[in-house]
């Protein structure tokens, strides 16, 4: 449950909405191929990636990869491979699922990860935004909402590990 000291930026409805519609775009955007492969970022990406992806009304397949991130924020080179994704991309439309873009570091990373393995195309797409701290030549494809720079939870996103599981973002007051 929600402490005293946090409240709800992003509600479930408001949430289902902008994903439904993200759903609507992504489908009318990939009407020509035919299929497009998510590829979640683990572990934020997991409860966005189960509802974006039963919107899709286009073939997809679904894999996963996981990166570590915040060790050093301020340095590009500071995202880590943790494990790497099973299907190979090669000739795939490839879509990256993430939940959320902060300095743009890790979608920098992602970008060239999959762009250096020849897929037919790269997109990407995140939950949230927070352009206060994205730096500069980030480029995002799809995105549901821009949010101010707190620091965020719920709906997979996690705060110290825990409150992954809210149906809702939440975030400390200020
Ligand atoms: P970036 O590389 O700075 O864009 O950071 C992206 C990653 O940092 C996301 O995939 C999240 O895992 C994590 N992150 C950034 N901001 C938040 C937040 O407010 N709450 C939870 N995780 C966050
Ligand atoms: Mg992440």
């Not at 992003?10 to 949430?15: F, K, T």
């Not at 955007?29 to 492969?37: H, I, K, P, R, S």
């Not at 979640?40 to 570590?68: H, K, M, Q, W, Y």
């Not at 000739?91 to 762009?115: C, P």
Request: charged residues 25%.
């Amino acid at each position: 449950m929600i402490g005293k000291e946090q409240t709800v930026l992003l509600s479930e409805e408001a949430i289902r909405n902008r994903v439904k519609e993200l759903g609507r775009i992504i489908s009318a955007d990939y009407a020509g191929a035919d299929e497009v492969l998510l590829i979640g970022v683990l572990r934020g990406c997991f409860i966005f990636l189960a509802d974006l992806c039963r919107e899709l009304t286009v073939p997809s397949c679904v894999d996963f990869i996981a990166v570590s991130s915040y060790e050093d924020k301020t340095t590009p080179g500071c995202v880590k491979l943790i494990m790497d994704n099973r299907i190979d991309v090669t000739g795939k439309h490839v879509l990256i699922i993430d939940d959320i873009l902060d300095s743009g570091h890790t979608m920098l990373y992602l970008r060239k990860h999959f762009g250096a393995r020849d897929p037919a195309s790269l997109k990407t797409c995140v939950l949230l935004r927070k352009p206060e701290g994205l730096e500069e030549g980030v480029q995002i494809d799809y995105f549901g909402f821009d949010i101010p720079d707190l620091w965020v939870f719920g709906y997979g996103l996690d705060n110290i590990g825990r409150l992954r599981n809210l149906p809702y973002i939440g975030c400390v007051k200020t």
